[in-house]
């Protein structure tokens, strides 16, 4: 009965196209490095984030699917995607409640309060004699607003760990780092320069969120006992963790080398997310 008052085929296709759009307003924000390799990274990184999109948005459809299905049927758990509403009553329909109506020519905006506070404005076209939601009309305001706030919780999260420690990256991600150890290639065309030894450290990423996202192993950087940082060599112990794109219930593991001076002593790991939080992996 719910579906003959929701087009649910209409809402999660909308869902899917403007999650897309977000995404792509996002990678193709003009550049501000001035160096032309960071430059050409970036480029790769946008053709990366295009190619796994439509897998992307069909996990939107299927995912807002089962959770609208098994939410009409009262046996969905929390979804942080879709909105959880509050109960409403008769009441809420009249003036003052919490249902707003809006009349916009032959179509009605009816707007609803979420469990955060939220309003939600959805689109209803008359059919059939009854008024069925065709749309989410305020999809992507909320969703912008929802993005800053996890960006804002990013850049004030900086949390410190042990090597070797399991620690959650937010949105379904998980990272371990082992204790970095001296690496000593055999071939000695592939050795360290004068004066300086080679370091490495394993990385695990696990990603146990709905959908599949992207890693890099140029988010990591190492710390010397002189607070002095080095960015990874592109050589180095295999297998090597580069970058890629990582399917959802999967796990990327690698190796990262770093070129330090003989004198120094590897003390921490530095992972830095893009939206801006921190990472430190240490001994104690």
């Given at each position: 009965m719910a579906k003959q008052y929701v087009d649910v085929d209409n809402l999660s296709d909308q869902l899917a196209e403007e999650t897309a759009k977000i995404i792509r307003d996002e990678v193709n924000k003009p550049s501000?490095?001035?160096d032309e390799w960071e430059k050409l990274g970036e480029e790769w990184g946008k053709s990366l984030v295009e190619s796994f999109i439509p897998s992307l948005q069909q996990q939107v459809k299927d995912e807002f699917k089962k959770s609208f299905t098994e939410g009409v049927e009262g046996k969905s758990e929390p979804n942080k995607n879709f909105p959880n509403f509050k109960p409403l009553g008769w009441r809420?329909?009249?003036?003052?409640g919490r249902v707003k109506i809006q009349k916009a020519g032959a179509i009605r905006l009816v707007t609803l309060p979420n469990q955060e506070g939220d309003s939600l404005t959805f689109r209803m076209r008359h059919e059939d004699g009854k008024w069925v939601i065709?749309?989410?009309e305020n999809f992507g305001e909320v969703a912008k607003e929802l993005a800053k706030e996890d960006s804002g919780k990013d850049e004030t999260t900086a949390k410190n760990t042990k090597f070797g420690e399991r620690v959650d990256i937010g949105h379904g991600w998980f990272l371990?780092?082992?204790?970095?150890?001296?690496?000593?290639?055999?071939?000695?065309f592939d050795r360290a320069g004068q004066g300086k030894k080679f370091i490495t450290v394993e990385v695990i990423y696990e990603n146990t969120g709905g959908i599949e996202s992207t890693y890099d192993a140029s988010n990591f950087e190492l710390k010397d006992s002189n607070n002095h940082r080095y960015k990874r060599?592109?050589?180095?112990?295999?297998?090597?963790?580069?970058?890629?794109?990582?399917?959802?219930?999967?796990?990327?593991?690698?190796?990262?080398?770093?070129?330090?001076p003989d004198n120094e002593q590897a003390t921490e790991v530095i992972y830095s997310s893009a939206g801006g939080g921190t990472v430190i992996f240490i001994n104690e």
């Open positions: 501000t490095s001035q809420d329909l009249f003036p003052g065709v749309a989410w371990t780092v082992s204790i970095p150890e001296q690496y000593d290639p055999q071939s000695y060599e592109y050589s180095g112990r295999e297998p090597m963790l580069d970058s890629g794109v990582l399917p959802s219930g999967q796990k990327a593991k690698g190796y990262i080398t770093y070129e330090i």
